[in-house]
């Protein structure tokens, strides 16, 4: 009896790992996260068990709490053979895969990690931009915006560290966030590039500069590049799938 962490990727089901697939058309249970693109269960086999749990950044009402999703791999983990919890991206890029892991090893149930194709890279890359390009940005900052500017992310520092930055969970926030990389440094003209739906049908683009990306619709979930490498965006002819 084991439960799999597995990254489903960015959304295309052609970007979940041959692993991941094989776990999941062998699944008893699969628990899947609210992101996860609904055309990867069309892998899971008929009668096994689906639970879409799912949080929901600003809407506790729609979400399944962390304690209710750990408590759920405790119970199948527990009595089911091949149990998929089915996570966004990858497992341990913003997504508290290491807690599910520390309640399940905490439980002495059997626990293994299949990584997958986070968001934070794919989605830029799928747009084109290399989130390291030489002699423009030599490293790259994942950065939640979750809790914007009322966090522990101090922002003057990423603002001066001369990283390109990829801001998950950021939409909502995205004005107090800007305002704090401005203060810090960097150049309101400095380009950016947000992708709502990377990777999928709906996937949507939107080229702005620092100094406006407050104003510019945009909606969750999408990734928020910063830096001289979006510049480089739209030079590829990847088709949203
Ligand atoms: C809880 S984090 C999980 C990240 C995930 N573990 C990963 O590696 O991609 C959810 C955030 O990832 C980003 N995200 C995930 N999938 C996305 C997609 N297909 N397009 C745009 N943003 C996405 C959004 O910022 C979203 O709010």
Redesign the pocket.
């Known amino acids: 009896m084991t439960v799999y962490l597995v990254g489903a990727g ?2 295309d089901p052609g970007l979940l790992t041959r692993r991941g697939g094989e776990l999941l058309a062998s699944a008893d249970v699969v628990i899947v996260d609210r ?1 996860v693109d609904r055309r990867l269960l069309e892998e899971v086999p008929e009668g096994a068990t689906v639970i879409l749990a799912g949080k929901h ?1 600003h809407d506790p009402s729609a979400s399944t709490t962390q304690e209710q999703i750990n408590a759920l791999l405790l119970e199948h983990g527990a009595r089911s053979e091949v149990v998929v919890r089915l ?5 341990f ?3 508290r895969g290491g807690e599910e892991v520390l309640a399940l090893a905490a439980a002495g149930i059997d626990v293994e990690v299949v990584p ?1 194709i ?3 890279l794919a ?1 830029p890359a799928l747009a084109g931009v290399p989130v390291t390009h030489r002699g423009v940005s030599q490293a790259v900052t994942i950065v939640s915006g979750h809790n914007g500017t009322n966090g522990d992310v101090d922002w003057a520092a990423l603002a001066a560290s001369g990283a390109t930055l990829v801001l ?3 939409v909502a926030a995205r004005s107090g966030i800007a305002a704090a990389l401005v203060e810090g440094g960097l150049p309101p003209g400095t380009p950016v590039l947000a ?6 049908p709906a996937e949507r683009r939107v080229a702005t500069t620092l100094g406006a990306l407050g104003d510019v619709h945009l909606e ?4 928020i590049v910063i830096g001289a490498v979006t510049d480089l965006a739209g030079l590829t002819s990847d088709q949203p799938r």
Not at 87 to 91: A, F, L, Q
Not at 195 to 200: D, F, I, K, R
Not at 220 to 223: G, I, K, L, S, T
């Open positions: 960015p959304g992101l950044g996570k966004g991206g990858d497992p890029v913003l997504g997958g986070s968001s934070a989605v998950l969970m950021a992708v709502e739906w990377g990777s999928t969750a979930p999408a990734v």
